[in-house]
C-alpha cells in the first residue's frame, strides 16, 4: 500500500486523497467501525446463530445443519480476513486485539460443545481442544509484558484441521465421509496438542529470556547509581590535596623567612665582632 507518511503529512490533519487508496496517516486515524472490525463483530453475531440454527428441529435436520455449516464457514472464513486486513492496511486497534481472540475461540468452542450435546463428537476432544486454547489464551497474558508470542506455522494449520474438521460434523455426513472427518479431526487433536507444547516452550524461553534482561538492566542501573556516588563523593576529597599543597606553600614561605631572619642575625653578629675587639683594645690602651 501506498500512502503518504504520517510524519510528512502533518499528523491529523492529512486526507485521502481522491479516487485512490487510504494513506498511512488516514488509516491510522482507523475508528472502530473499521472493516476487520466489522468483521469480527460480524464474526461474534454469527455464534448464537449458528448454535440456533444447528439445533433447530431437534439438531438433526440434514437442512438446518447445512444453514448452520454455512454461518460456520462464514465465521471461519472472516477469522482469515480480519487479520490479515488489520495488518496489511495498519487497522489494528485495542478492540480488535480483544474481540478478535474471543471470537476465535467462540465460535470454535460453540461448535465442539454444539456437537457433543447432540452426541455426534466425543466430549474428551472437546475438552482437549478448548483445555488447550484457554490455557494457551492465558499463557500469552503470561508472559506478554516480555514479549508476544508468534502466530506459528504449526498453529494455523491447527487452526485449518480444526475449522475442516468441526466443518463436517457439523454437516450430517453418512458412510466413507463420516469415516473421514473422524481421522480429519484426529489430525486437529494431534495437531492441537503438539502446537500447545511448541507455546509452552517458547512462553517459558520468552519469559526466561525476559527475567534475564530485567536483572541485567537493574544491575546496570545499580552500577550507574554506585558510579554515580563515588563521582559525588570524590570530589571533596580531591579538593583536600590541593588545599594542603597550599599549606605546605605557605609553610615553605614562613620557613624561608626565619632563615632571611637568621642570615640577618649572623651577619649583625659578625658586624658586631669587629666594634668589640675595638672596644677591647681601647681598654688595653
Request: glycine letters at 12%; proline letters at 4%.
Amino acid at each position: 500500500m501506498t500512502g503518504v507518511p504520517a510524519s510528512a503529512a502533518g499528523g491529523s490533519g492529512a486526507k485521502p486523497v481522491r479516487g485512490g487508496k487510504l494513506g498511512t496517516a488516514a488509516v491510522n486515524q482507523a475508528s472502530l467501525w473499521n472493516i476487520a472490525n466489522i468483521l469480527t463483530m460480524v464474526r461474534l453475531l454469527l455464534v448464537p446463530g449458528f448454535v440456533l440454527l444447528l439445533f433447530h428441529n431437534g439438531g438433526y435436520d440434514p437442512a438446518w445443519r447445512s444453514f448452520a455449516w454455512a454461518a460456520f464457514a462464514v465465521a471461519m472464513i472472516t477469522d482469515l480476513f480480519d487479520g490479515h486486513l488489520a495488518r496489511t492496511y495498519n487497522l489494528v486497534t485495542d478492540f480488535g486485539k480483544i474481540a478478535d481472540p474471543i471470537a476465535d475461540k467462540a465460535i470454535m468452542g460453540a461448535a465442539l460443545v454444539s456437537l457433543s450435546i447432540l452426541g455426534d463428537l466425543p466430549w474428551w476432544i472437546t475438552g482437549v481442544i478448548i483445555a488447550r486454547e484457554l490455557g494457551i489464551t492465558l499463557m500469552r497474558f503470561w508472559v506478554i509484558r516480555h514479549a508476544v508470542i508468534p502466530a506459528s506455522r504449526g498453529g494455523k494449520l491447527k487452526t485449518l484441521a480444526q475449522g475442516t474438521a468441526a466443518g463436517m460434523y457439523v454437516l450430517a455426513l453418512t458412510g466413507p465421509l463420516a469415516t473421514l472427518r473422524f481421522w480429519v479431526m484426529m489430525v486437529a487433536v494431534v495437531l492441537t496438542v503438539v502446537t500447545g507444547l511448541d507455546y509452552v516452550r517458547q512462553a517459558l524461553v520468552l519469559r526466561r529470556k525476559g527475567l534475564a534482561a530485567e536483572r541485567a538492566a537493574a544491575a546496570a542501573r545499580a552500577e550507574d547509581a554506585t558510579e554515580a556516588l563515588r563521582a559525588a563523593a570524590g570530589a571533596p576529597a580531591g579538593a583536600r590535596p590541593a588545599a594542603a599543597g597550599v599549606t605546605d606553600v605557605r609553610g615553605g614561605a614562613t620557613d624561608a623567612r626565619a632563615g632571611a631572619s637568621d642570615v640577618r642575625s649572623g651577619v649583625n653578629e659578625v658586624r658586631s665582632g669587629p666594634s668589640e675587639a675595638r672596644g677591647a683594645a681601647e681598654a688595653e690602651r
